[in-house]
């Protein structure tokens, strides 16, 4: 069984920073692939950052590329998103969630999901 689980979430002011990490369980991820997604009040769940945990490949999402990113410590199966100059839209849910072979921007795609830390970034 899977486990991930998030920590690191917070509230905090415009452009400040946060760091939240993925502790993952259960399994062996050297060859999985790992995303953070987030959802805010009232919209779909939307992707934010991926990266392959064996070859460190990673991709962003539009909005957050300069401002997050999204990293991973083999040793520990952890994975974090530092979160820098945050902005009240990056308000949200954020959720890590892990799937066989390469990273997805589809959360569809993913096996395995965390219960989900909250930012708020106040303006």
């Known amino acids: 069984q899977v486990q991930l689980v998030e920590s690191g979430g917070g509230l905090v002011q415009t452009g400040e920073s946060l760091r939240l990490s993925c502790a993952a369980s259960g399994r062996t991820f050297s060859w999985y692939g790992m995303g953070w997604f987030r959802q805010a009040a009232g919209k779909e769940r939307e992707f934010v950052a991926g990266i392959n945990f064996s070859s460190g490949r990673t991709d962003y999402a539009d909005s957050v590329k300069g401002r997050f990113a999204i990293s991973r410590d083999s040793g520990k199966n952890t994975v974090y998103l530092q979160m820098d100059r945050l902005k009240p839209e990056d308000t949200a849910v954020y959720y890590c969630?892990?799937?066989?072979?390469?990273?997805?921007?589809?959360?569809?795609?993913?096996?395995?999901w965390g219960q989900g830390t909250q930012v708020t970034v106040s303006a």
């Open positions: 969630a892990t799937k066989s072979g390469l990273y997805s921007s589809n959360p569809t795609d993913y096996y395995y």
